[in-house]
C-alpha cells in the first residue's frame, strides 16, 4: 500500500500532464471552433454548444451517488479494508446503472421533443434530436464509467487519467473531421464524435480500474443499501450545489436562447470557449491538490492542510492570473486572428468574462476541504441560492436593465466574485476552526498579478500590430517569461521559491534518468 508521503511525490507528475493535457485542449479548442463555424455556420456552433450544455444538466442526478465515492474509497484502500472497498465500489457501480435506467426515460423525452426544452432555429429540428440522441448515450455511459474511473483518484495517478482525456478528445474530433470530409458537413455528425470518444474513455477507464485497484470484483452481492444511504447523504448536498454551479455556469447559454435569436447564442459561445478552457486548467490543477488534502486530513494533521491549501490556493491563483490576463489584454487581437474582424466588437464581452476568474478559480482548491470533512450542506445551500441569485440578475440585466448578452457575463462575474469572498475562504476556516481571514491573504497578490498582465499585454497591442498568430504567440512569449521572474521573486515567499526550485531539480533529475 501506497503511503501518503509517497502518494504526495506524484504531485509534480500530476500537475506536469495536467498543464499537458490543457495544453492540448486549448490548442484543439481554438482551432476546433472556428472549424465548426466555418462549415456549419454560427447558428449551429451555437446549437451544438446549447445542446452539449443542456445534456450536462443531467450530471447533477449522478453526483447523488458518486460525488463522494472518491473520499471513502480512498479511506478504505488506505485503511487496508478491501472487504470495505468492493462495498463502496460496488454500492456506486450498481446504483449509477439504477440511475441510467431511470434517466433514460426523460432522456427519450428530450430526444423526441428538444423544443420543450430549447428553441431550436427552423430547419434544425431534426439535427438537434440526433445530437441530443448521441450526446445523452454518452452522457448515460459516462455515468457508468464514473465509478471505475475513481481508480485513478484513489491511486492518485492524474497522469493516467490526463493520458485517456486525451486519447478521447483526439478520438471525439479526429472522428469529426473525417465525417466532415466524407461527408457534407452536419451537426449530428459532432454528436457522433462525441458517443464514440465516450466509448473509447469507457474501455480506457475500465483497464486502467483493472490496473490501479486488482482487488476490486464486480459483484452484486458487494451492494449495500447502507452504504448507498450513506453516498447518497453526502453526493446528495454536493448534487445541490453542482446544481448552484449550474446556475452560475451553465446557464447563460440557456438563458440567451430563450430572450435572444440564435446567432447570439452562437456569438456568445463562441467567446465563452476561452472562459472554458480558463476553468478547465484550473480545474485540472485544483484536482490534483485533491488527494494530499484528503490524506493530510485523515492523519489529523490540521496545520499541514492549511499550509498545503493555502499554497494551493496562491500557486492556483498566480498560475491563472497569467492566461487571465493575457485573454483580457489581448483579447481584441485575439478574436481578430481567430475568429475574424466581425467578431472584434465582442472583445469587452471576453474580457468579462474571464478577468474574475483570476480570483474565482483560486479558491477551487478550498472546495476539497469541504469534501474531505463532510461538510458539504452548507456550501451546497449557498451554492444553489448563489445560483439562483445569479439566473434572475442575468435575466434582469439583459433584459430590463438592456444590457443584452453583455448582462448574462456580467451577472456570473458579480455574484461567483462576492460568494467567493464572502463565503468559500471564510467557511473552509471556519470548519477547520481557524481565523476567518486566513485563506484571504493572498487575494491581493493574486488580483495584482492578473491587472498587471492584463495591463501590460493591453499596453503591448495598443502600440504594435498583432498581425500573425506568430507575433502573438511570441508576445504572449515574452510576457510570459517576465511575468514568470518577476512572480518567482516578488510574489513567493523564500520558503515557497526553495520548493518550486527543489521540484524543478527532482523533475530535470527524473528526466535525465529517463
Given at each position: 500500500?501506497?503511503?501518503?508521503?509517497?502518494r504526495?511525490?506524484?504531485?509534480?507528475?500530476?500537475?506536469i500532464?495536467?498543464i499537458?493535457?490543457f495544453?492540448?485542449t486549448?490548442?484543439?479548442?481554438i482551432?476546433f471552433?472556428?472549424?465548426?463555424?466555418?462549415?456549419?455556420?454560427?447558428?449551429?456552433?451555437?446549437?451544438i454548444?446549447?445542446?452539449?450544455t443542456?445534456?450536462?444538466?443531467?450530471?447533477?442526478?449522478?453526483?447523488?451517488?458518486n460525488?463522494?465515492?472518491?473520499?471513502y474509497?480512498?479511506?478504505?484502500l488506505?485503511?487496508?479494508?478491501?472487504?470495505k472497498?468492493n462495498i463502496?465500489?460496488n454500492t456506486?457501480?450498481?446504483?449509477?446503472l439504477?440511475?441510467?435506467?431511470?434517466?433514460?426515460?426523460?432522456?427519450?423525452?428530450v430526444?423526441m421533443?428538444?423544443?420543450?426544452?430549447?428553441?431550436?432555429?427552423?430547419?434544425?429540428e431534426?439535427?438537434?434530436r440526433?445530437?441530443f440522441?448521441?450526446a445523452?448515450?454518452?452522457?448515460?455511459?459516462?455515468?457508468?464509467?464514473?465509478?471505475?474511473?475513481?481508480?485513478?483518484?484513489?491511486?492518485n495517478?492524474f497522469?493516467?487519467r490526463?493520458?485517456?482525456?486525451?486519447?478521447?478528445?483526439?478520438i471525439?474530433?479526429g472522428?469529426?473531421v473525417i465525417?466532415?470530409?466524407?461527408l457534407?458537413?452536419a451537426?449530428?455528425?459532432?454528436?457522433?464524435?462525441?458517443a464514440?470518444?465516450?466509448?473509447?474513455?469507457f474501455?480506457?477507464?475500465?483497464?486502467?480500474?483493472?490496473?490501479?485497484v486488482?482487488?476490486?470484483q464486480?459483484?452484486?452481492s458487494w451492494?449495500r443499501?447502507?452504504?448507498?444511504?450513506e453516498l447518497?447523504?453526502?453526493?446528495?448536498?454536493?448534487?445541490?450545489s453542482?446544481?448552484?454551479s449550474?446556475?452560475?455556469l451553465?446557464i447563460?447559454?440557456?438563458?440567451?436562447?430563450k430572450?435572444?435569436?440564435?446567432?447570439?447564442?452562437?456569438?456568445?459561445?463562441a467567446?465563452m470557449?476561452?472562459?472554458t478552457l480558463?476553468?478547465?486548467?484550473?480545474?485540472t490543477?485544483?484536482?490534483?491538490f485533491?488527494?494530499?488534502i484528503?490524506?493530510?486530513?485523515v492523519?489529523?494533521d490540521i496545520s499541514?492542510?492549511?499550509?498545503y491549501?493555502?499554497r494551493?490556493?496562491k500557486?492556483?491563483?498566480?498560475?491563472?492570473a497569467?492566461?487571465?490576463g493575457m485573454?483580457?489584454?489581448?483579447?481584441?487581437?485575439i478574436?481578430t486572428l481567430?475568429?475574424?474582424?466581425e467578431y472584434?466588437?465582442?472583445a469587452?464581452?471576453?474580457?468579462l468574462?474571464?478577468f474574475?476568474?483570476?480570483?474565482?478559480?483560486?479558491?477551487?482548491?478550498l472546495?476539497?476541504?469541504?469534501?474531505?470533512?463532510?461538510?458539504?450542506r452548507?456550501p451546497?445551500c449557498?451554492?444553489?441560492m448563489?445560483?439562483?441569485?445569479?439566473?434572475?440578475?442575468?435575466?434582469?440585466l439583459?433584459?430590463?436593465?438592456?444590457?443584452?448578452i453583455?448582462?448574462?457575463?456580467?451577472?456570473?462575474a458579480?455574484?461567483?466574485t462576492l460568494k467567493?469572498?464572502?463565503?468559500?475562504?471564510?467557511?473552509?476556516?471556519?470548519?477547520l476552526?481557524?481565523?476567518r481571514?486566513?485563506?484571504?491573504r493572498?487575494?491581493?497578490p493574486?488580483l495584482?498579478?492578473?491587472?498587471?498582465?492584463?495591463g501590460?499585454?493591453?499596453?503591448v497591442?495598443?502600440?504594435v500590430?498583432i498581425?500573425?498568430?506568430?507575433r502573438?504567440?511570441g508576445i504572449?512569449?515574452?510576457?510570459?517569461?517576465?511575468y514568470?521572474?518577476?512572480a518567482?521573486?516578488?510574489?513567493?515567499?523564500?520558503?515557497?521559491q526553495?520548493?518550486?526550485t527543489?521540484?524543478?531539480l527532482?523533475?530535470?533529475?527524473g528526466a535525465g534518468?529517463v
Amino acid at each position: 500500500m501506497n503511503s501518503p508521503v509517497k502518494r504526495q511525490g506524484k504531485f509534480s507528475l500530476n500537475l506536469i500532464s495536467s498543464i499537458a493535457y490543457f495544453a492540448l485542449t486549448i490548442c484543439i479548442g481554438i482551432w476546433f471552433a472556428p472549424y465548426l463555424i466555418s462549415r456549419l455556420g454560427i447558428s449551429g456552433y451555437g446549437m451544438i454548444s446549447l445542446i452539449t450544455t443542456v445534456t450536462g444538466y443531467m450530471s447533477v442526478a449522478t453526483l447523488t451517488v458518486n460525488a463522494a465515492v472518491g473520499r471513502y474509497l480512498t479511506i478504505a484502500l488506505e485503511q487496508g479494508d478491501q472487504q470495505k472497498a468492493n462495498i463502496i465500489f460496488n454500492t456506486s457501480l450498481y446504483g449509477s446503472l439504477g440511475l441510467v435506467v431511470v434517466l433514460i426515460f426523460p432522456g427519450l423525452f428530450v430526444v423526441m421533443q428538444p423544443q420543450t426544452l430549447i428553441s431550436v432555429p427552423a430547419g434544425l429540428e431534426i439535427q438537434a434530436r440526433w445530437i441530443f440522441t448521441f450526446a445523452i448515450a454518452a452522457f448515460l455511459l459516462n455515468t457508468i464509467k464514473t465509478p471505475f474511473e475513481v481508480a485513478t483518484y484513489c491511486r492518485n495517478r492524474f497522469e493516467l487519467r490526463n493520458l485517456l482525456s486525451a486519447a478521447e478528445i483526439l478520438i471525439r474530433i479526429g472522428l469529426v473531421v473525417i465525417l466532415f470530409n466524407l461527408l457534407q458537413p452536419a451537426i449530428w455528425q459532432v454528436g457522433a464524435g462525441i458517443a464514440a470518444a465516450a466509448c473509447v474513455s469507457f474501455g480506457g477507464a475500465i483497464q486502467l480500474w483493472r490496473k490501479l485497484v486488482p482487488d476490486l470484483q464486480i459483484s452484486f452481492s458487494w451492494f449495500r443499501i447502507s452504504q448507498l444511504r450513506e453516498l447518497f447523504s453526502m453526493g446528495s448536498w454536493v448534487a445541490i450545489s453542482m446544481l448552484g454551479s449550474i446556475l452560475f455556469l451553465g446557464i447563460d447559454l440557456l438563458v440567451i436562447n430563450k430572450m435572444f435569436d440564435s446567432e447570439s447564442v452562437g456569438r456568445y459561445a463562441a467567446v465563452m470557449q476561452w472562459s472554458t478552457l480558463l476553468r478547465g486548467l484550473a480545474t485540472t490543477v485544483a484536482g490534483v491538490f485533491g488527494p494530499t488534502i484528503l490524506y493530510c486530513y485523515v492523519a489529523d494533521d490540521i496545520s499541514g492542510l492549511i499550509a498545503y491549501t493555502r499554497r494551493a490556493v496562491k500557486f492556483l491563483g498566480l498560475l491563472m492570473a497569467l492566461p487571465v490576463g493575457m485573454v483580457c489584454g489581448l483579447s481584441s487581437s485575439i478574436l481578430t486572428l481567430w475568429l475574424g474582424t466581425e467578431y472584434t466588437d465582442l472583445a469587452s464581452l471576453m474580457s468579462l468574462m474571464t478577468f474574475h476568474l483570476a480570483l474565482n478559480l483560486a479558491y477551487l482548491p478550498l472546495h476539497n476541504i469541504s469534501t474531505a470533512t463532510k461538510n458539504v450542506r452548507v456550501p451546497g445551500c449557498v451554492q444553489i441560492m448563489a445560483g439562483a441569485i445569479n439566473l434572475c440578475l442575468a435575466i434582469f440585466l439583459a433584459g430590463v436593465a438592456g444590457w443584452g448578452i453583455y448582462g448574462v457575463a456580467a451577472a456570473g462575474a458579480i455574484v461567483l466574485t462576492l460568494k467567493n469572498l464572502l463565503f468559500t475562504p471564510l467557511y473552509a476556516a471556519h470548519i477547520l476552526n481557524q481565523k476567518r481571514g486566513v485563506f484571504l491573504r493572498e487575494v491581493a497578490p493574486i488580483l495584482l498579478a492578473a491587472a498587471l498582465v492584463g495591463g501590460g499585454c493591453w499596453y503591448v497591442a495598443s502600440i504594435v500590430e498583432i498581425a500573425s498568430w506568430y507575433r502573438l504567440i511570441g508576445i504572449g512569449m515574452l510576457v510570459s517569461a517576465a511575468y514568470l521572474v518577476a512572480a518567482y521573486y516578488f510574489l513567493l515567499s523564500k520558503e515557497e521559491q526553495i520548493e518550486i526550485t527543489e521540484r524543478v531539480l527532482r523533475i530535470k533529475c527524473g528526466a535525465g534518468r529517463v
